[in-house]
């Protein structure tokens, strides 16, 4: 399917290269495609898979083809995918509704739904798309909490997208102020772009001397003007046309890039012709305020010379000059200040942008203070944090009077007017204001878009005049940010990779949800997590008797195997809890290598020791397996043949020994049905009902029910299986040498038989029967 697929694309992309069939432009096709990856249940963003791709400039078409496999189709029955796509940054997803943390605002993306069978896949054509990186993330629905274990039979989904764009590869230009006669048809628009310089204040596009060739309907000709690309949340702004022209005028466009004009036709079979042309205006250009002459220099020296990142303090000279030219009692006229800005990389997914003129900004009613703060797309994995605080210390501001702010991206927001109070021409802003009684504000933008940020201030007034009061201070903290208030208390924040692209998101602990963990409506109590603590911790007791039966039985090794499992995995759940009822004695990674590495031994050695082999053999074996354990646990910890391996591989040893001793005594081993009844039986079934719980019944609402159980059953089946005394043996010729008085005091002494100069040592065989 997939090379069906790229070959037909190949050959579609050779045709219309070199036809150029098109009318007025070239178009060329392009093609690229990610590699499948295995989908997940949705939990949180890290199960999601997320795919980065890029459309450049002039692309008239983009067609995505997401596919979905479905492998081993075992009891899968029907799922639905998700697909999200989104522009600029990667889509915020809120699957179940959940509560984001306060004062954080995020825009919705395009999701698509596709059920999958054994193979399906999904076509989405997308015209005029903003170009720049584009974002698609997929996963399964929701998790429903179950937990699988690794290494077993499960549905497997596997998400691959392709892309492939048609693109203009000599769109004409319109020059300022200049006509350009074009032709357009309804298979055909006439496609044109336009660079908006910075500073621009409006655009207009006008279109006159419209002809369709037909005499009857010279003067009215149907066409559509649309400036501007789509990005799926924000389209391009379009204006009907009649009679022989029009015009449409686009306020605040986009800085310092390329804007696409597209004229389309709505007569049927008419071929239109067109004269188009285009002028933007310069509002006024932003006077620079806190630095002068070479001062950037010397502003940076500063920073470097700093004690702290964060803390940055400057030369005194550079001091007297920013506060010499922050003052705006003092600038020339000019319609906006700008305040430069510090850009510092403080780590992986941490920003921060810093006034050079200090933190306190200088804000007038008179005219808006501009700071500018551009965003790259490395920096679009994480957080954009807005914190804008009223210094009241210096100025105290009237009930009357507060400071309004707008953040936008592309191009800022120069006039406060009422209808449209933060907005540009082609996307929207995002508004604060602070007060004598509200005075800190905050604005969170999770996966902000990679564009240029500017944020405008201006003190206004309910009257025209302010008063005495004409200049204010505000302290505008911007930084970026991995996630949210760093996931509150129940949360965890996560860097994660996409390749090369690095995003941060948030793991939810103890019931808690939403994008910073802050939603409580499913929240674990705090009764309810000290007993799934205690739960998990305290049924490790249990192997307390096995230790004393092993001891009685003179099983030293097995018992302290028993003991380090014991006290690991106390602590080791103690410590894995997700809530606030956590104990860490020592490192987690270290306690859950030994928890896993104490399970599988403990399993290992009463397998061997019901054997009952030659103790230089089970000895060996002993250490020869815990070894190559330890090993396999640093290689994969929670493989399934990590526990797997050494089970069968111990279950082969004890088969081949019973059967052996079996076949030479020519009768049933061990002999005594008493053994098998009352021990072995109970044991095997204490085993395989642990066994299918921990597989098959843990869920994350009863993980810590079902986990304290299966430890209550481990430890009594190895107090069934475990083997008797040996009566009629003694090991290495010592173990008879200990002497026990089971009383009010349990004493015990060590009496070595001695025979000459060596220990005595039994070679009789010894006999499995029942004591």
């Known amino acids: 399917m997939e090379a069906c697929f790229l070959g037909g694309l190949l050959l579609f992309a050779l045709t219309t290269s070199t036809s150029g069939g098109d009318g007025q432009v070239t178009f060329v096709s392009e093609l690229s495609s990610k590699p499948a990856q295995k989908l997940s249940k949705y939990g949180w963003y890290g199960n999601v898979r997320l795919q980065r791709f890029h459309i450049p400039e002039e692309t008239a078409v983009a067609r995505w083809l997401f596919s979905i496999t479905k492998l081993q189709n075992f009891h899968c029955g029907q799922k639905n995918v998700t697909v999200h796509i989104r522009w600029g940054a990667p889509p915020v997803i809120n699957l179940i509704g959940s509560v984001f943390p306060n004062d954080t605002l995020w825009s919705p993306c395009l999701s698509l739904t596709l059920p999958v069978a054994l193979h399906s896949s999904i076509t989405f054509n997308h015209s005029d798309p903003a170009p720049g990186d584009w974002y698609v993330a997929a996963h399964l629905p929701q998790d429903d909490g179950r937990i699988e274990q690794k290494g077993l039979l499960s549905c497997a989904y596997f998400f691959q997208p392709q892309l492939s764009i048609r693109r203009a590869v000599d769109t004409p230009v319109l020059q300022q102020g200049t006509f350009l006669q074009q032709t357009t048809a309804p298979d055909r628009p006439a496609r044109l772009k336009f660079y908006v310089p910075e500073f621009a204040s409006s655009l207009s596009v006008s279109v006159a001397d419209c002809s369709s060739g037909e005499g009857a309907d010279t003067g009215n000709c149907s066409l559509v003007v649309r400036l501007g690309s789509s990005s799926l949340q924000q389209g391009p702004v379009s204006m009907n046309c009649s009679g022989t022209g029009c015009s449409a005028v686009l306020p605040n466009p986009p800085w310092d890039t390329w804007l696409r004009v597209v004229v389309d036709s709505s007569q049927d079979n008419r071929t ?80 921060r942008y810093t006034p050079v003129s200090g933190p306190n900004v200088s804000v007038t009613n008179t005219h808006p203070t501009l700071l500018t703060y551009p965003l790259h797309t490395l920096a679009t994995g994480g957080t954009l944090n807005l914190q804008l605080t009223l210094n009241s210390t210096a100025v105290m501001l009237g009930n009357s009077s507060s400071v309004v702010a707008c953040l936008s991206q592309w191009a800022p927001v120069l006039d406060f007017n009422q209808s449209q109070p933060c907005s540009t021409g082609l996307f929207g802003g995002y508004g604060l204001q602070v007060n004598a009684t509200v005075t800190k504000a905050v604005v969170r933008l999770p996966f902000p878009e990679s564009a240029t940020w500017y944020l405008t201030l201006q003190l206004t007034c309910n009257s025209s005049d302010c008063g005495n009061t004409s200049v204010v201070h505000v302290i505008p903290e911007v930084f970026v940010s991995a996630c949210v208030e760093d996931c509150g208390t129940y949360g965890e924040c996560r860097l994660l990779r996409s390749y090369s692209y690095l995003y941060g998101a948030c793991v939810c602990k103890a019931g808690w949800n939403g994008w910073g963990c802050t939603d409580d409506s499913t929240a674990q109590s705090y009764g309810r997590q000290l007993t799934a603590t205690l739960l998990l911790a305290l049924s490790n007791v249990i192997f307390l008797p096995v230790t004393v039966v092993a001891i009685k039985r003179y099983y030293f090794t097995e018992a302290s195997v028993y003991l ?50 030659r103790d230089v053999f089970k000895y060996t074996l002993f250490l020869l397996g815990t070894l190559l354990i330890a090993m396999s646990m640093q290689l994969d910890r929670k493989g399934l043949w990590n526990l797997l391996g050494p089970v069968l591989c111990a279950l082969v040893i004890m088969v081949t020994a019973w059967v052996s001793r079996g076949v030479r005594r020519r009768h049933c081993y061990p002999p005594s049905w008493q053994r098998w009844v009352f021990y072995l039986i109970p044991g095997v079934t204490c085993a395989l009902v642990g066994i299918c719980l921990y597989v098959f019944g843990a869920t994350e609402a009863n993980y810590y029910y079902t986990h304290s159980l299966w430890h209550i059953l481990m430890a009594s089946c190895v107090m069934f299986l475990l083997p008797p005394k040996e009566k009629d043996r003694e090991t290495l010729g010592w173990s008879r040498g200990w002497s026990w008085n089971w009383s009010w005091i349990w004493t015990w002494s060590w009496r070595p038989r001695v025979c000459g100069y060596t220990l005595c040592e039994n070679g009789k065989e010894e006999l499995y029967t029942v004591t």
């Open 272 to 351: 239109v012709t067109f004269s188009i042309i285009a002028n933007y205006t310069v509002g006024c250009k932003p006077k620079s305020v806190g630095l002068k002459a070479d001062d950037d220099l010397k502003k940076l020296r500063g920073n470097s010379n700093s004690t702290s990142a964060g803390n940055s303090s400057l030369a005194p000279a550079t001091v007297a000059l920013i506060n010499d030219s922050a003052s705006p009692l003092t600038l020339e006229p000019a319609c906006v200040w700008s305040i430069p800005v510090l850009y510092e990389e403080v780590d992986v997914l941490s920003l």
């Open 564 to 613: 380090f499992t014991m006290f690991f995995s106390t602590f080791y759940h103690a410590c894995d809890q997700p809530g606030i009822a956590v104990m860490c004695i020592m490192d987690y990674d270290t306690l859950q290598y030994c928890d896993f590495l104490g399970s599988v031994c403990s399993i290992w050695v009463t397998i061997l020791c019901m054997a009952r082999i």
